[in-house]
Nanobody, 122 residues
Framework: QVQLVESGGGLVPAGGSLKLSCTAS????????MGWYRQAPGKQREAVAT???????NYADSVKGRFTISRDNAKNTMYLQMNSLSPEDTAVYSC????????????????WGQGTQVTVSS
């Protein structure tokens, strides 16, 4: 059973910082690309940042220069350091990871965490 568990959300004033974590657990062979996504009330889910297993990153224009995605492959954990937060960043943040499982045949699925609420007060 593969699980992704996020932590680190909360309430922060505008201009503040938060660091989210996402850890993959269970039985699997490898964790490939991981990413953070967010969904604000009444809006569609959007990609915030992604990172490959080799460390190549990609950011949404709205968070460039403020957010930093990173990962620790040894711990199967991904992080999102969020600085200079604004009320527009308020959303449920979810992590996703493409995880490879299997023995004689390999399977790659996209797993999702349960989400963590980030609220930025003005």
């Amino acid at each position: 059973q593969v699980q992704l568990v996020e932590s680190g959300g909360g309430l922060v004033p505008a201009g503040g910082s938060l660091k989210l974590s996402c850890t993959a657990s269970g039985s699997f062979l490898s964790v490939n690309t991981m990413g953070w996504y967010r969904q604000a009330p009444g809006k569609q889910r959007e990609a915030v940042a992604t990172i490959t297993s080799g460390g190549i990153t990609n950011y949404a224009d709205s968070v460039k220069g403020r957010f930093t995605i990173s990962r620790d492959n040894a711990k199967n954990t991904m992080y999102l350091q969020m600085n200079s937060l604004s009320p527009e960043d308020t959303a449920v943040y979810s992590c996703s990871a493409r995880i490879v499982t299997g023995t004689t045949k390999l399977y790659a699925y996209d797993y999702w965490g349960q989400g963590t609420q980030v609220t930025v007060s003005s």
